[in-house]
């Protein structure tokens, strides 16, 4: 939501690779559905949340496994489930930030 996408979201993902590679400029993130681009509001909502988590001073943030934005171990990419972190939890990691996954 920070990243200004509506609720409910359409599905969306990298097209491959996993969050590191939309963080680094490398990947876009594609709705499933019509291939629109909205790798910018991923973005968006992954630097919302490295502000908030460096505003309280987490050392440590809680995300959901298998996000494209918030996956720990293996998010969802180009149609299929890979190792990697999505955008967001990639983020946070560059930021110093640990994460963990709840399923």
């Given at each position: 939501m920070a990243g200004g996408l509506?609720?409910?979201?359409p599905a969306a993902e990298p097209r491959q690779g996993d969050g590191r590679d939309v963080w680094a400029g490398r990947q876009q993130v594609l709705t499933v559905e019509?291939?629109?681009d909205v790798t910018q509001a991923f973005l968006d909502g992954a630097r919302a949340a490295v502000s908030t988590a460096q505003?309280?001073?987490?050392?440590?943030?809680?995300?959901?496994?298998?996000?494209?934005?918030c996956g720990v171990q293996s998010t969802h990419s180009g149609g299929e489930l890979v190792d990697g972190p999505g955008v967001a939890a990639a983020a946070l990691l560059a930021a110093g930030i640990s994460v963990a996954a709840v399923i």
């Open positions: 509506p609720v409910p979201r019509t291939g629109e505003a309280v001073q987490a050392r440590l943030a809680i995300l959901q496994e298998r996000s494209p934005s």
